[in-house]
C-alpha cells in the first residue's frame, strides 16, 4: 500500500491533484465549521459587497451576491454537493456498467447481444439532450440529479469491461473454473470482476470529473438541484447579470469547478498510467 502510494506521488502532477482533492474534500466534510456565515442568509444592506482584499468591509472574505449571501460560504457548502453528486453517480453508472458489462462478455450470445444492444442505443441519444429532458420531467432534486447522472453514464463502463472480458474468458483459469462446475455468478464475481477492476478504478476517477460538469451545467440551467441549495452551477447563474460590476460572484464558484476538475483528472490519469501494463512496462 504505501509502496502504490510512493509510487503515486513520484508524479508531482498527481501529487498537485492528490493536494487538490483533499482540501475539497476537507472543506466539503467539515462545511459546518468552516463557514463564517449561514449560506442561505440573505442581507440586503450587505448586497454587493466586493471581497476583503477590494475594500470590502473586512467581513466576507470573498464578498456577497445580488441577496447579501456570503460567497465564500456558499462556495464551501457547494463543494459538498458537488462531491456528493460526482461521486453517488458514479457509484450508480460503475454498477450498472460493470454488470452489463461482465454480463455480455461472458455470455456473448443472446443475453450479452441484448445488452450490447441497449448500449448502442444509449450511445445513440446525446447524453446532455437527455439528461436535460429527463430533468425537466421529474424536476429539481438531489438524488433526482443523482439517479439521472447515474443512469445515463454507464455505458462506457459496459464497453471497456465487456472487452476485457472477452478476452478473459478464453484463459485457462476461467475454463477450469467453468469445468470444475463453478456457477455463472460466482465466476463473474470472483475471477473476472477482479480482473477489470484497474480498468474500472480509472474510468471512475475520470467520470467524477465529468459529472460535477454535468451537474454543475443542469444547475446553471435551472434544472439540476433545488435553487434554494448551494451548487457552483447555481452560484454561477445568479453571478451571470452582474459580471461586468460584481464578477467575484460567477468567478469564484467557476475557479472552484476548474480547479477541482484538474485535480480530479490529474489522479486519474495518474492511476491510469499506473494500472496500464503496457505503460507499467515502458516505466521499468
Known amino acids: 500500500m504505501m509502496s502504490a502510494l510512493r509510487r503515486f506521488l513520484d508524479s508531482w502532477l498527481a501529487a498537485l491533484g492528490l493536494a487538490i482533492v483533499l482540501v475539497v474534500l476537507f472543506g466539503a466534510l467539515f462545511a459546518e465549521f468552516l463557514i463564517p456565515f449561514d449560506p442561505d442568509a440573505q442581507n440586503i444592506l450587505m448586497r454587493l459587497k466586493p471581497p476583503m482584499w477590494r475594500g470590502a468591509d473586512g ?19 457547494g463543494a459538498r454537493v458537488s462531491l456528493l453528486v460526482g461521486v453517488a453517480s458514479v457509484v450508480i453508472s460503475g454498477v450498472v456498467g460493470v454488470t452489463f458489462g461482465l454480463i455480455a462478455g461472458y455470455e456473448d450470445k443472446y443475453v450479452g447481444r441484448v445488452l450490447m444492444a441497449i448500449t448502442d442505443i444509449q450511445l445513440a441519444i446525446p447524453f446532455l439532450v437527455l439528461a ?8 429539481p432534486s438531489l438524488w433526482n440529479i443523482i439517479v439521472i447522472l447515474g443512469l445515463t453514464n454507464w455505458v462506457q463502463y459496459a464497453r471497456v469491461v465487456r472487452a476485457e472480458c472477452l478476452s478473459l474468458r478464453e484463459r485457462e483459469f476461467i475454463q477450469a473454473a467453468h469445468t470444475m462446475g463453478i456457477g455463472v455468478g460466482a465466476i463473474l464475481v470472483r ?53 461586468s460590476h460584481a464578477g467575484w460572484i460567477a468567478t469564484f464558484p467557476g475557479l472552484a469547478i476548474f480547479v477541482t476538475v484538474v485535480g480530479i483528472n490529474l489522479i486519474g490519469d495518474r492511476l491510469r498510467d499506473m494500472l496500464d501494463p503496457r505503460l507499467r512496462q515502458m516505466e521499468g
Do not use: C, Q
Open 132 to 139: 436535460l429532458a429527463v430533468a425537466a420531467v421529474v424536476g
Open 59 to 77: 467581513v466576507h472574505l470573498m464578498g456577497t451576491d445580488a441577496l447579501g449571501r456570503d460567497i465564500f460560504s456558499r462556495l464551501v457548502m
Open 191 to 243: 475471477h473476472l470482476l477482479p480482473n477489470v477492476m484497474s480498468s474500472v478504478i480509472v474510468i471512475s476517477s475520470l467520470l467524477v470529473a465529468k459529472m460535477i460538469l454535468f451537474e454543475s451545467s443542469l444547475s446553471f440551467l435551472g434544472l439540476g438541484v433545488p435553487p434554494t441549495t448551494p451548487t457552483w452551477g447555481t452560484m454561477i447563474a445568479d453571478g451571470r447579470n452582474y459580471i
